[in-house]
């Protein structure tokens, strides 16, 4: 009977594989705190040498944290049905948990690092025992009961960063972040219960699939607002205004280049799959740099509008054209995953932007920015050409293709 129970919170086959209200609500936390990622992000524009890289590493610990927690529970909501009472409790709790760590984002490194610390933690330890609770007598309920001791395991290193001396802090949180996002990877084995890889695990794919587009569009969204936040509060010249349409028409570029075909079979592919779980995992690190990606190169917008023609730094080189590097990187993994095959548009596009990089560097911001957005127009260009009369591909990911009697039988 208790199993019975705990069974109604899994989705069923028949069950909506679209987002709910509720997890659009949920990402609203996430604007909030992405727009807090960029804020540190920028305040790095006038840093040089061992300061730049040190804050540059300190936003991306605090990004990947964040990271996290909206990836696992994207994960939680295609497992189990989001319609249910606990569940929804369940993302409330952690949208608020999201909330708070946004506050603190500002100063998570230094006197908020405490807040910072046990929001997260209560994500990460007390999240998957209220769902191991809410299954009772189910056999899946190990699978969080398995989340919560490996989140156990890590958080002394969290609260010793956050209430020991600022200067381990750093330190010890990459070693927290770490053991996290390896037990992850490995499926939080433990001695005789072994692991639950997410490989395994039985989810609904047009959901995942949906939620990956969404943390998307809401990184763009977020590159969008800093292009008119930053624009509105300067004072108005034709430089700034040509920095803020550049701005904005790389933005549109990105968003054309990634759902360009590929970007747009997620849902297919992850149907085809016979272990769907296992393209979602990859699929779920691909789109960690492609959303990082995005929040560097808005970086980059903010630097460039501020001050367009003024002499080269560092710190803008990092942001302008690190970020759609970055992009181009991810972007071609991702139509690795899809259709098992390396793109040449972006290739052409990565290596011509590396090649320029040397050159770029003595020049202003704005050329800089000019000459990524021409890259990435060339790319698009090369992207129609290409498939200009071609019916939309079937995809043919070589990743998850186990028959799905491969599946855990505890997944």
């Excluded at 730049?52 to 939680?76: D, E, H």
Aim: proline fraction near 6%; charged fraction near 15%; aromatic fraction near 10%.
């Amino acid at each position: 009977m208790a199993a019975r129970r705990g069974a109604e919170l899994l989705r069923a086959p028949e069950s909506s594989g679209r987002a709910t209200f509720l997890e659009l609500f949920f990402d609203l936390a996430f604007v909030v705190a992405l727009t807090g990622v960029s804020q540190r992000f920028a305040g790095l524009g006038d840093d040089t040498g061992w300061a730049l890289v040190n804050g540059f590493a300190r936003t991306m610990l605090l990004f990947l944290a964040l990271w996290l927690i909206w990836s696992q529970t994207a994960w939680i909501t295609s497992r189990y049905e989001p319609e249910q009472p606990v569940i929804q409790a369940v993302v409330v709790g952690t949208m608020f948990a999201g909330l708070v760590m946004a506050v603190a984002l500002p100063r998570a490194m230094e006197e908020r690092a405490l807040p910072f610390t046990v929001a997260y933690l209560m994500v990460m330890v007390v999240r998957p025992l209220v769902v191991a609770a809410a299954l009772r007598g189910h056999p899946r309920r190990l699978v969080p009961f398995r989340l919560a001791v490996w989140a156990s395991v890590s958080a002394p290193l969290w609260l010793a960063g956050a209430l020991g001396p600022d200067q381990l802090r750093l330190p010890l949180w990459a070693a927290a972040l770490v053991i996290d996002y390896l037990a992850w990877a490995l499926g939080w084995p433990l001695p005789w219960l072994g692991a639950a890889a997410v490989g395994r695990w039985r989810i609904a794919g047009m959901h995942l699939a949906d939620r990956y587009q969404q943390i998307l569009l809401i990184a763009l969204g977020e590159s969008i607002l800093v292009i008119g936040v930053v624009f509105s509060g300067k004072d108005y010249s034709a430089e700034r205004a040509a920095a803020f349409t550049v701005a904005f028409v790389t933005s549109a570029l990105l968003w054309r280049i990634y759902f360009h075909r590929a970007g747009l079979l997620l849902t297919e592919a992850l149907d085809r799959a016979g272990m769907p779980g296992r393209l979602g995992a990859t699929s779920e690190r691909t789109r960690l740099l492609i959303v990082f990606s995005v929040l560097v190169t808005a970086v980059g917008y903010e630097l460039v509008i501020d001050d367009p023609f003024g002499p080269p730094r560092p710190s803008w080189l990092l942001f302008v054209v690190g970020g759609p590097v970055l992009f181009l990187v991810a972007r071609t993994r991702l139509e690795y995953e899809i259709f098992g095959r390396l793109s040449r548009s972006r290739t052409i596009g990565l290596v011509a932007l590396l090649l320029f990089t040397p050159a770029l560097a003595r020049w202003s911001p704005m050329v800089g920015l000019s000459v990524v957005a021409g890259v990435l127009a060339l790319v698009a260009l090369l992207d129609a050409l290409e498939s200009r009369g071609r019916p939309l591909e079937v995809p043919a990911s070589q990743i998850g293709r186990g028959a799905a009697g491969e599946r855990d039988s505890e997944a």
